[in-house]
């Protein structure tokens, strides 16, 4: 869902439509939001951040082959403007995303929170990945009834 202005509710009704037993990672920022969802049964966590987190998961992310449809033009153009901050005096990027353009950030954003439980797993541990992400959601579905 890529859409602004949107109430929790709204964005429940859109979430409870998608896939059965989907987890929803969500920003971390918004607790009280998070849980409102969670009251209109909504499998949703926060997404794990901390010091050095934003530039461990772009690090991550970069990492990553993607693949984006032709019709996430909200994302594609995200990844065409997302920018590193330049240094006023020396003109040269520093290792700190610009999010001084919201827009950009979004889509990055949620690709960063939706890679971030996975990037900190090691590869050998993916199966022990998936199975935590599952007990997370079935303890987070429990506490929904």
Known sequence: MYARGQSNKNIADFLK??????ITLADSSEPK???E????KVNIIGAQKG???????IDFVQDQKMSVTKRSTNTIKAYRNYMWKKDKQTEKFINIPDDSIHEWSNAMDATRYGLSLLSL???DDLDDYEKEVRRMARRDSENLM
């Open 33 to 35: 939001s998070i849980e």
């Open 37 to 40: 969802i969670k009251s209109y």
């Open 17 to 22: 439509g998608q896939e059965n037993n989907v």
């Open 51 to 57: 010091a050095g987190s934003v530039n461990r998961g």
């Open 121 to 123: 797993a090691k590869k």
